[in-house]
């Protein structure tokens, strides 16, 4: 399904591994999932500003750090965006589901996702809480969370794209939308 109707794209058939010598984090299609990889854009919350409040009715921008590169390096109890290198183009019978890799929770680190709805596409934000006191990378390139589907015997009722979601074709980095 997912070559067929370029649900993935760039979409690797098999779990890629660290090659001999070298270290990376899988990405991939696995047993019931595919393991999705982080770009090397990031925003970083900062404190820089002190007198703005996270309001996700009327999100300051200035509350980010904006960087490219290969590696993140959140700061302690801190917060940071990202995308998936992959677009995702999800049918209207599918629902996919985002959990993160065991390889980052055991560390400390938390991604979350809401659910990707039938029909929704675009490049997935992904977010990134460091719970730890110590400052944590997160690898661009590199399998960060996996992501689940499930297809239903029947159609949905509103789709997300019927219903003009506020997200859909998303490209980069996307910040909170009132």
Excluded at 43 to 65: A, L, M
Excluded at 103 to 132: D, K, M
């Amino acid at each position: 399904m997912a070559l067929e109707e370029k649900m993935i794209e760039p979409f690797a058939e098999r779990q890629v591994r660290g090659e001999v010598g070298g270290r990376v984090i899988s990405f991939g299609t696995s047993s019931y999932g595919y393991d999705v990889r982080c770009a090397t854009e990031f925003k970083i919350f900062t404190n820089v500003h002190t007198n703005n409040v996270v309001d996700p009715k009327n999100f300051d921008e200035t509350s980010f750090v904006a960087i490219d590169e290969e590696v993140c390096v959140i700061p302690p109890n801190s917060f940071a965006l990202a995308r998936t290198v992959e677009y995702f183009r999800i049918p209207s019978d599918v629902l996919t589901i985002c959990l993160g890799k065991s390889t980052y929770a055991r560390c400390g680190i938390i991604v979350n996702v809401t659910p990707l709805e039938p029909e929704w596409e675009g490049h997935v934000t992904l977010e990134f809480s460091n719970t730890t006191p110590l400052p944590a990378k997160i690898y661009a390139n590199e399998g960060v969370a996996q992501m689940l589907f499930f297809q239903s015997d029947e159609q949905c009722e509103t789709t997300y794209r019927q219903r003009g979601g506020k997200y859909m074709g998303q490209t980069g980095v996307t910040p909170p939308k009132a």
